[in-house]
Structure formats: structure tokens, C-alpha cells
T-cell receptor
Framework: DAKTTQPDSMESTEGETVHLPCSHA???????IYWYRQVPLQGPEYVTH???QNTTNSMAFLAIASDRKSSTLILTHVSLRDAAVYHC????????????FGAGTKLTIKP | EAAVTQSPRNKVAVTGGKVTLSCNQT?????MYWYRQDTGHGLRLIHY???????EKGDIPDGYKASRPSQENFSLILELATPSQTSVYFC???????????FGSGTRLLVI
């Protein structure tokens, strides 16, 4: 019962900008869109999250479609350290949440 | 700095033995979670908790128990460890939507 759909893998080159897509066609009005990334042998790392407006922080820019049925995580000037599995997750604001992860998108960065 | 700390980092256990994995968070978050991750697979939710005294079953609870004695601490208990429970276990804390969820560095468990 996956609520988000992401490509299995993507590839980019150091210094480029990467657009990681996520489809969430059945998103509810009170669900936030979260992005995490994970490298081998480490726990997932928070990247960003948003509800309706685009958001930006030191790690990434999150672009959310006006109908909220899709979003794109944009990484600029990627380096080898950005190679990871990126997960797009929905969380509703009920206060008590069960986070479940899908397979995510494996991002490979070439030198 | 707020953090989620897991102990031990590595553990070798014998089949049939009891194993306790510990997790401590300084985020003052209400929610805590236990996941396992097997090679080449994603994270799977075992148990979670909404606060001290509460535990809930996740997607794969069989063979595991959980204990939340305080806001800060959440333990995962394997009463009778089996080789199929060899995995990397991650603990996390969070406070519902619009807060960032923090994960620990993982506990690598080998059951022989």
C-alpha cells in the first residue's frame, strides 16, 4: 500500500543539479511530504519537508506541485557525498505517526 | 545537541538467547520507533511508541517485544533470538508531522 512512487535509481555527475521526483496522487490535505536520505551502514538523515509551499534549506530545495500530487527534491552542485538512497514519505498531522519507508531512489554520482 | 543514541553498536548473540537493544533520545520527542534493515532492503517497522508506557506493533512485530519505560528510552527485546533476526536495527524519534525525525546510527546484530 505504497503511498508514494519514486524511480528506482538515478545518476548524475559532480557539480550538476539533480531533480528527484516523487508521485503521491492520493495525498490527503493534512499530509506533509518528507524527504530522507540514507547511505550504507548509517541511519536515515532528514533532508527537508513541506506541506504546500516550496521550501529550501542548506541541503535541498523542495518543489511541491500546486495540486500536491507530486513533488521534486532538487539538489544543486551535487558532490560524491550526495550519493545515497532518497526516500519520499507522507506524514499526516495526527500527532501519532507510524513512519513507513519504501525502496526510495538510489542516486549515483559520477566524478 | 539533540540526538538518538543506540547501544550496543554491535552484538553477537546465540540462538535461543535473550537480546535487548537500547535506544535513548534527548529530543524530548513523544514518538519512538524500531526498524530493521536487511542487506539490499529498505527499513521495516517493528514496534513504535507514542510515549512512556505505550508500545504499538509495527509491520513485522513477530519475535520482538518493546518497552518504553520513560520518554527518553525505548528498548527492543528478542526473548528467543533466531538467526533470521540477524540484521541492522535502527531507532528513531519524532513528534508527528512538521517535525524532523531523528535516527540513531544503528545496532548490528548477528545471531549464531
Amino acid at each position: 500500500d505504497a503511498k508514494t512512487t519514486q524511480p528506482d535509481s538515478m545518476e548524475s555527475t559532480e557539480g550538476e543539479t539533480v531533480h528527484l521526483p516523487c508521485s503521491h496522487a492520493t495525498i490527503s490535505g493534512n499530509e506533509y511530504i518528507y524527504w530522507y536520505r540514507q547511505v550504507p551502514l548509517q541511519g536515515p538523515e532528514y533532508v527537508t519537508h513541506g506541506l504546500q509551499q516550496n521550501t529550501t534549506n542548506s541541503m535541498a530545495f523542495l518543489a511541491i506541485a500546486s495540486d500536491r500530487k507530486s513533488s521534486t527534491l532538487i539538489l544543486t552542485h551535487v558532490s560524491l557525498r550526495d550519493a545515497a538512497v532518497y526516500h519520499c514519505i507522507l506524514l499526516a498531522n495526527y500527532g501519532n505517526e507510524k513512519i513507513t519507508f519504501g525502496a526510495g531512489t538510489k542516486l549515483t554520482i559520477k566524478p | 545537541e539533540a540526538a538518538v543514541t543506540q547501544s550496543p553498536r554491535n552484538k553477537v548473540a546465540v540462538t535461543g538467547g535473550k537480546v535487548t537493544l537500547s535506544c535513548n533520545q534527548t529530543n524530548n520527542h513523544n514518538n519512538m520507533y524500531w526498524y530493521r534493515q536487511d542487506t539490499g532492503h529498505g527499513l521495516r517497522l517493528i514496534h513504535y511508541s507514542y510515549g512512556a508506557g505505550s508500545t504499538e506493533k509495527g509491520d513485522i512485530p513477530d519475535g520482538y517485544k518493546a518497552s518504553r519505560p520513560s520518554q527518553e528510552n525505548f528498548s527492543l527485546i528478542l526473548e528467543l533470538a533466531t538467526p533470521s533476526q540477524t540484521s541492522v536495527y535502527f531507532c528513531a524519534s519524532g513528534d508527528g508531522a512538521n517535525s524532523d525525525y531523528t535516527f540513531g546510527s544503528g545496532t548490528r546484530l548477528l545471531v549464531i
